[in-house]
């Protein structure tokens, strides 16, 4: 094992020091001046209607506003994969809290008054508000125009449906398969709307100034992608439109892509010279950010008397909500992976992104995989328990392992899944019963397997800048973003490896699309791996910089230099040694007073050239989709109180193969963090809708997330690192994975425990004692 | 109504024109340029927007700013006007944050339930945290953070 001198070393996280002070400035947290304008914004009342008219008159009359906009003016279609998306709808609704129009005036308090004054006619149209009832032959169409969208080539948008997508799979011969199976088993599985809940709500602030340029700072993830479609959409060129990207609190997956900003965008370009600013409220954020997929899934699963697994069918029914903009890739990436971590021969997988009258649904922490995975595990407990197999023993049995096909026929790469399924198992002291004083009280296990791929396009890329100053300490510049996972101190990380300098000597900068260079998106638990690997090369190419100019200017071979403590060295020169800050800005002076060399910079990028989304629609085979997946395996503890239906977490533990991990106590707090919000989903989180479309709960009291006083007290996080070929170190992601595990781990304990099957999430305690009370009958 | 209010905003006494309806938090941050308290809710749910009213910690977004008059205001400004506070540190070494959003409001809660409650056990810090949300770290390492900074004998 090669020894590392910051690679795997415990240190605290280079934002930290800034974080606890608040010295790490939030999009709020700037000032832009006594001039600043503020946007208000009218959302719709209903879930599907047509527009008539808007009359806009009264509002701009009030003093101090400076303008009224909707979709007369900016109904331009936007979108990620597929642009179904209006920047205010022209014509129709799609759902309640959808933009209608906006108000920039110079307080929030005139905005919001004026915003009560525009008088909209609508005429209200049937509204769909399930997905079943959406792909119904009679349902209302929500997007008539769905043939006339741009699409990415590898998405299959179906005209005259209310069909987003359909990524089918299909390997060996399923037929045959079930026919030779010993057992089958067929059931449905259900997972409800839940919202990312950051702290900090989504934030825009915009200037279009007389130049023509439109900057923006935005709480995001994605600032070369915003910088993208909004050029595109709003005909700017890329090089006159800015992002930056100061601290987030809290992304998740739904400050990916673009959503609220470009109502900003657009209020900016209408007050040429103005600052203006718009901040979602709680409930806002809730209507109008984006939501995670409700899922309806299928399985049919066949299995030999032995254990092993032949044929499995799965079928996502996910409502993305009124777009599929960016929820379509969600839909996309889970059809190719919807075997989850198994070795299957046979097998059939339809994955529908499915149009309905709720708000859009994107990316979430896990990227559809969460939800699946709850269907697919509690299945996999089912069948072991019918074999009469230990339900540990059937997963390692099918467990998929390295050189196996998976879906879409190519080889699965190197995977530490069979130690992480043993190293849990251990620690939670599987087979092991424990036992309450409490006679109510029934304490219980349940475990799940997980993978996940980042769901990228085939030319995502990333790339980074890195440059000295005279006291040898560094800048480097990328265009990642820190969400709280510890991307500065990864970057930092890495750097410090390379060029053997103190992490306190390294600065890692916030995107700004002006400055900083190109990165993807920081989604997919990607940049770990790809901007990582453009971060490496860049301070390499700095350090082959270094030992050339030293080469040049000393005469000492190349090949023989190398760095340590942050002095050049040299292999056939003992006594040699040149600190960096003696020459990374003004060279080396030489005998004739001379110098050899200039400012030290490297850049790097990365782009993953063997991926292609280049597959056959029919079977999903023949192409690269999926660079690399993450294995991993998590189980709990429960105590079920059968009084009250409540349930505690006593003990947890969670294991992924990170390839290499950089940060051991970063990513412990991915594990823990991670665990915390799949506990969510598993016992309280859900957004209720009425038959209307409008949301019920959208505020937190209402809506519960975890607190302090629901961690369980035992949590144990566990790495395995079994190296990914092409990731810096050997390092893949495991940021979003940590939340896969939770729901079905939590309900295949309670399966065990009480001996009721609950079927969707969450958990509630009237569910509990409702599948009591029907299995006591 | 606008109305003009005088109060000890860490140890400084400050004037400022409200509006009868204007939220302590909003006065805060856009008039008096205290960043610290953060709007996560709106609604008193949260508690990244908490602040110290006479050394007890209340939630700006829902308290008047005319309310506070004559009063004295603590944030994490005021509170590490020294330097840092060995609960501070505690924080940095332990990484207790990820987004870091909420650690001014947990900050506050904390630094008051600890004059009160110097040596707390676990649970009592659990519980003294339950009120302010912390969507990214699962709260161990705030808890451990807490825990570490307030060791008996230390
Ligand atoms: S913002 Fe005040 S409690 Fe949430
Ligand atoms: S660290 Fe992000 S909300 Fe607490």
Same mark, same amino acid.
């Given at each position: 094992?090669?020894?590392?001198?910051?690679?795997?070393?415990?240190?605290?996280?280079?934002?930290?020091?800034?974080?606890?002070?608040?010295?790490?400035?939030?999009?709020?947290?700037?000032?832009?001046?006594?001039?600043?304008?503020?946007?208000?914004?009218?959302?719709?009342?209903?879930?599907?209607?047509?527009?008539?008219?808007?009359?806009?008159?009264?509002?701009?009359?009030?003093?101090?506003?400076?303008?009224?906009?909707?979709?007369?003016?900016?109904?331009?279609?936007?979108?990620?994969?597929?642009?179904?998306?209006?920047?205010?709808?022209?014509?129709?609704?799609?759902?309640?809290?959808?933009?209608?129009?906006?108000?920039?005036?110079?307080?929030?308090?005139?905005?919001?008054?004026?915003?009560?004054?525009?008088?909209?006619?609508?005429?209200?149209?049937?509204?769909?508000?399930?997905?079943?009832?959406?792909?119904?032959?009679?349902?209302?169409?929500?997007?008539?125009?769905?043939?006339?969208?741009?699409?990415?080539?590898?998405?299959?948008?179906?005209?005259?449906?209310?069909?987003?997508?359909?990524?089918?799979?299909?390997?060996?011969?399923?037929?045959?398969?079930?026919?030779?199976?010993?057992?089958?088993?067929?059931?449905?599985?259900?997972?409800?709307?839940?919202?990312?809940?950051?702290?900090?709500?989504?934030?825009?602030?915009?200037?279009?100034?007389?130049?023509?340029?439109?900057?923006?700072?935005?709480?995001?993830?994605?600032?070369?992608?915003?910088?993208?479609?909004?050029?595109?959409?709003?005909?700017?060129?890329?090089?006159?439109?800015?992002?930056?990207?100061?601290?987030?609190?809290?992304?998740?997956?739904?400050?990916?892509?673009?959503?609220?900003?470009?109502?900003?965008?657009?209020?900016?370009?209408?007050?040429?010279?103005?600052?203006?600013?718009?901040?979602?409220?709680?409930?806002?954020?809730?209507?109008?950010?984006?939501?995670?997929?409700?899922?309806?899934?299928?399985?049919?699963?066949?299995?030999?008397?032995?254990?092993?697994?032949?044929?499995?069918?799965?079928?996502?029914?996910?409502?993305?909500?009124?777009?599929?903009?960016?929820?379509?890739?969600?839909?996309?990436?889970?059809?190719?992976?919807?075997?989850?971590?198994?070795?299957?021969?046979?097998?059939?997988?339809?994955?529908?992104?499915?149009?309905?009258?709720?708000?859009?649904? /994107?990316?979430?922490?896990?990227? *559809?995989?969460?939800?699946?995975?709850? !269907? %697919?595990?509690?299945? @996999?407990?089912?069948? =072991? &328990?019918?074999?009469?197999?230990?339900?540990?023993?059937?997963?390692?049995?099918?467990?998929?392992?390295? /050189?196996?096909?998976?879906?879409? *026929?190519?080889?699965?790469?190197?995977? !530490? %899944?069979?130690?992480? @399924?043993?190293?849990? =198992? &251990?620690?939670?002291?599987?087979?092991?019963?424990?036992?309450?004083?409490?006679?109510?009280?029934?304490?219980?296990?349940?475990?799940?397997?997980?993978?996940?791929?980042?769901?990228?396009?085939?030319?995502?890329?990333?790339?980074?800048?890195? &440059?000295?100053?005279?006291?040898?300490?560094?800048?480097?510049?990328?265009?990642?973003?820190?969400?709280?996972?510890?991307?500065?101190?990864?970057?930092?990380?890495?750097?410090?490896?390379?060029?053997?300098?103190?992490?306190?000597?390294?600065?890692?900068?916030?995107?700004?699309?002006?400055?900083?260079?190109?990165?993807?998106?920081?989604?997919?638990?990607?940049?770990?791996?790809?901007?990582?690997?453009?971060?490496?090369?860049?301070?390499?190419?700095?350090?082959?910089?270094?030992?050339?100019?030293?080469?040049?200017?000393?005469?000492?071979?190349?090949?023989?230099?190398?760095?340590?403590?942050?002095?050049?060295?040299?292999?056939?020169?003992?006594?040699?040694?040149?600190?960096?800050?003696?020459?990374?800005?003004?060279?080396?002076?030489?005998?004739?007073?001379?110098?050899?060399?200039?400012?030290?910079?490297?850049?790097?990028?990365?782009?993953?050239?063997?991926?292609?989304?280049?597959?056959?629609?029919?079977?999903?085979?023949?192409?690269?989709?999926?660079?690399?997946?993450?294995?991993?395996?998590?189980?709990?503890?429960?105590?079920?109180?059968?009084?009250?239906?409540?349930?505690?977490?006593?003990?947890?533990?969670?294991?992924?193969?990170?390839?290499?991990?950089?940060?051991?106590?970063?990513?412990?707090?991915?594990?823990?963090?991670?665990?915390?919000?799949?506990?969510?989903?598993?016992?309280?989180?859900?957004?209720?809708?009425?038959?209307?479309?409008?949301?019920?709960?959208?505020?937190?009291?209402?809506?519960?997330?975890?607190?302090?006083?629901?961690?369980?007290?035992?949590?144990?996080?566990?790495?395995?690192?079994?190296?990914?070929?092409?990731?810096?170190?050997?390092?893949?992601?495991?940021?979003?994975?940590?939340?896969?595990?939770?729901?079905?781990?939590?309900?295949?304990?309670?399966?065990?425990?009480?001996?009721?099957?609950?079927?969707?999430?969450?958990?509630?305690?009237?569910?509990?004692?409702?599948?009591?009370?029907?299995?006591?009958? | 109504?606008?109305?003009?209010?005088?109060?000890?905003?860490?140890?400084?006494?400050?004037?400022?024109?409200?509006?009868?309806?204007?939220?302590?938090?909003?006065?805060?941050?856009?008039?008096?340029?205290?960043?610290?308290?953060?709007?996560?809710?709106?609604?008193?749910?949260?508690?990244?927007?908490?602040?110290?009213?006479?050394?007890?910690?209340?939630?700006?977004?829902?308290?008047?700013?005319?309310?506070?008059?004559?009063?004295?205001?603590?944030?994490?400004?005021?509170?590490?006007?020294?330097?840092?506070?060995?609960?501070?540190?505690?924080?940095?070494?332990?990484?207790?944050?990820?987004?870091?959003?909420?650690?001014?409001?947990?900050?506050?809660?904390?630094?008051?339930?600890?004059?009160?409650?110097?040596?707390?056990?676990?649970?009592?810090?659990?519980?003294?945290?339950?009120?302010?949300?912390?969507?990214?770290?699962?709260?161990?390492?705030?808890?451990?953070?807490?825990?570490?900074?307030?060791?008996?004998?230390?």
């Amino acid at each position: 094992m090669t020894d590392y001198k910051y690679i795997g070393k415990r240190s605290v996280r280079i934002d930290g020091l800034a974080k606890v002070t608040c010295t790490a400035q939030y999009t709020d947290d700037l000032e832009f001046g006594p001039n600043l304008l503020h946007i208000a914004v009218l959302s719709s009342p209903y879930a599907h209607a047509r527009i008539l008219s808007i009359d806009t008159s009264e509002a701009e009359s009030i003093p101090g506003v400076k303008a009224v906009i909707s979709g007369r003016d900016f109904s331009q279609k936007f979108g990620l994969y597929l642009k179904d998306h209006s920047i205010f709808p022209a014509d129709r609704v799609r759902y309640v809290g959808e933009q209608v129009a906006a108000v920039v005036a110079t307080s929030e308090k005139i905005a919001k008054t004026a915003i009560k004054k525009i008088k909209v006619d609508y005429e209200p149209l049937q509204n769909v508000q399930c997905a079943l009832d959406a792909i119904k032959k009679d349902a209302i169409l929500i997007h008539p125009d769905l043939g006339n969208y741009e699409v990415v080539p590898w998405l299959y948008p179906q005209a005259g449906t209310n069909i987003g997508h359909i990524r089918k799979i299909r390997k060996g011969n399923i037929e045959k398969a079930f026919a030779e199976a010993d057992y089958i088993l067929e059931d449905q599985y259900h997972v409800p709307h839940v919202v990312h809940a950051p702290l900090e709500n989504h934030i825009a602030v915009a200037l279009y100034d007389y130049e023509g340029r439109l900057t923006m700072w935005n709480s995001t993830q994605s600032p070369h992608t915003q910088r993208n479609i909004l050029a595109s959409c709003l005909k700017i060129p890329h090089k006159n439109v800015r992002i930056i990207a100061p601290y987030v609190g809290g992304g998740f997956g739904g400050k990916a892509g673009i959503s609220m900003e470009v109502i900003a965008a657009v209020a900016a370009l209408k007050v040429q010279g103005h600052y203006v600013k718009l901040r979602w409220n709680r409930k806002e954020e809730f209507e109008n950010s984006s939501q995670r997929q409700e899922l309806f899934a299928k399985i049919k699963m066949g299995v030999k008397k032995d254990g092993t697994i032949v044929a499995l069918r799965h079928k996502l029914f996910w409502d993305v909500g009124s777009s599929a903009e960016y929820g379509s890739n969600v839909v996309n990436a889970t059809g190719f992976s919807a075997i989850g971590p198994y070795n299957i021969p046979n097998v059939h997988i339809d994955s529908y992104a499915i149009y309905t009258n709720r708000p859009p649904c /994107g990316a979430y922490r896990g990227f *559809g995989y969460s939800e699946f995975h709850f !269907g %697919l595990e509690s299945h @996999i407990d089912r069948i =072991a &328990k019918k074999l009469n197999i230990d339900a540990v023993e059937f997963r390692k049995k099918n467990a998929i392992k390295r /050189g196996d096909k998976v879906a879409y *026929g190519v080889e699965m790469g190197p995977t !530490g %899944l069979m130690e992480c @399924i043993e190293k849990v =198992a &251990k620690k939670i002291e599987w087979g092991k019963e424990t036992k309450s004083d409490d006679p109510d009280k029934i304490r219980a296990k349940g475990f799940s397997i997980v993978w996940k791929a980042p769901a990228m396009p085939p030319n995502e890329s990333s790339a980074a800048f890195l &440059k000295f100053s005279e006291d040898g300490s560094i800048n480097i510049l990328v265009s990642g973003m820190e969400l709280g996972q510890g991307y500065l101190t990864s970057m930092a990380k890495i750097a410090a490896e390379e060029l053997s300098i103190p992490l306190e000597k390294i600065r890692v900068e916030h995107p700004d699309t002006d400055r900083n260079p190109y990165e993807w998106q920081t989604v997919a638990s990607h940049t770990t791996w790809s901007s990582g690997n453009a971060v490496r090369k860049a301070a390499i190419e700095a350090k082959n910089r270094i030992f050339d100019t030293v080469s040049r200017a000393l005469h000492y071979p190349k090949e023989a230099l190398y760095l340590e403590d942050e002095k050049v060295k040299c292999k056939e020169d003992s006594k040699f040694e040149l600190p960096l800050r003696d020459f990374v800005i003004n060279g080396i002076q030489m005998k004739d007073g001379t110098f050899r060399g200039g400012p030290i910079m490297g850049t790097g990028i990365f782009m993953p050239e063997f991926s292609s989304a280049k597959v056959n629609p029919e079977t999903g085979q023949g192409g690269y989709p999926n660079v690399h997946y993450t294995t991993g395996a998590g189980a709990v503890e429960i105590e079920i109180d059968k009084k009250t239906g409540r349930i505690k977490v006593l003990k947890m533990a969670e294991a992924f193969d990170g390839g290499k991990i950089l940060n051991p106590e970063l990513a412990e707090g991915q594990i823990i963090g991670g665990f915390m919000q799949g506990l969510g989903t598993a016992l309280w989180e859900e957004v209720k809708f009425d038959e209307n479309g409008k949301i019920l709960n959208p505020n937190f009291t209402d809506y519960k997330i975890p607190t302090a006083l629901e961690t369980p007290d035992e949590m144990y996080p566990i790495f395995v690192e079994v190296p990914q070929p092409d990731g810096p170190y050997g390092a893949r992601g495991i940021g979003e994975h940590t939340m896969i595990p939770v729901m079905p781990a939590v309900g295949n304990a309670i399966a065990n425990g009480l001996g009721i099957r609950l079927k969707e999430v969450p958990f509630t305690p009237e569910k509990i004692l409702d599948a009591l009370e029907e299995k006591g009958k | 109504m606008k109305r003009e209010i005088t109060f000890t905003l860490n140890d400084d006494i400050v004037s400022v024109y409200v509006e009868s309806d204007e939220k302590l938090l909003d006065v805060l941050r856009y008039k008096l340029g205290i960043k610290s308290p953060k709007q996560g809710c709106g609604r008193g749910e949260c508690g990244s927007c908490s602040v110290l009213l006479n050394g007890k910690s209340v939630r700006s977004c829902i308290i008047y700013a005319v309310e506070i008059d004559g009063q004295k205001i603590e944030t994490l400004e005021g509170i590490q006007k020294n330097g840092i506070t060995k609960l501070q540190r505690s924080f940095v070494e332990h990484n207790a944050f990820q987004c870091g959003f909420c650690a001014s409001g947990v900050t506050i809660t904390m630094t008051e339930f600890l004059r009160k409650n110097p040596y707390p056990k676990i649970a009592e810090i659990k519980e003294a945290l339950s009120g302010n949300l912390c969507r990214c770290t699962g709260y161990k390492s705030i808890v451990d953070a807490i825990a570490d900074a307030t060791k008996e004998g230390e």
